[in-house]
């Protein structure tokens, strides 16, 4: 059912209703007051509704922009556009309220960041050194305000490098490339307490401090190994010397045993002729009991198997 003008014709409103009047065609024809109040009806209804949804989703971003919320981890500092950074606020984890376009936030990160450096310097003894640095850093919170004027928020970039390399080149200039190696625990410990004290000019806090690479030249690399070879070798050389002098004192020590016993047999012969023929009998013992445990059968003259004992021709 179409609701039309009575002067314009134009379409009024569109239903389904049947309004239609017995006698009248298709279409109805209304006075144009009471369609005019029914439009004007409709129109007030729909602005209405739509200044409310309006308003909501304006005062859903003024509340918006007024909430601040800092996750966990993070600290944040707030900058005003009258006054400047305010330097005794630090805001931080959960929600906070500020003043839309007047105030902005600035989020920093204070959790720990690992950062490695490399650096190439000179030792003592003018080897050229290649050591490396891996460097857990934070910022202090409560002097954000003041890193920010200073430093902006890549104070780690801007000044960890800087400071890490000075600090580097002086620790290796007082060791040789030798103590670098065999000293590396007291090495690693004198940079340390260095970077710290150095970090905290800046407002920053060092967790560790790890050496992660120290390497030297090829030329010196294949010098040093050079030598490990050469003293091995000398070590080697060194302990067949030792083993020579041990080996002639042995056989000196087994000859002047040899000619200590056969001095003593021959003064117990020339004491007592019997410790001869005592020493016979043991002999013969010996081999007596040689041939009987043998499986061969052995013909042999009894003389000379020293088996007459009672031979008169024995002594």
Known sequence: MNLRDAETGKVLWQGT????????????????????????????????????????????????????????????????????????????????????????????DIRAKPRKISSLTGSKDLQMVNIALRVLSRPVASNLPFMYQHLGQDYDERVLPSIVNEVLKSVVAKFNASQLITQRAQVSLLIRRELFERAKDFNIILDDVAITELSFSREYTAAVEAKQVAQQEAQRAQFFVEKAKQDQKQKIIQAEGEAQAAKMLGEAVTKNPGYLKLRRIRAAQNIAKTIATSQNKVYLNADSLVLNLQDESFN
């Open 17 to 108: 209703e049947d309004l239609s009047v017995p006698g009248v065609e298709h279409e109805a024809r209304v006075p144009k007051k009471i369609l005019k109040c029914k439009a004007v009806s409709r129109e007030l209804n729909f602005s209405s509704s739509e200044k409310l949804e309006k308003f909501r989703l304006e005062q859903k971003v003024l509340f918006k922009g007024q909430c601040l919320e800092v996750e966990g981890g993070q600290r944040a500092i707030i900058f005003n556009r009258i006054g400047g950074m305010q330097m005794d606020t630090v805001q931080s984890e959960g929600l906070h309220f500020r003043i839309p376009w007047f105030q902005y936030p600035i989020i920093y």
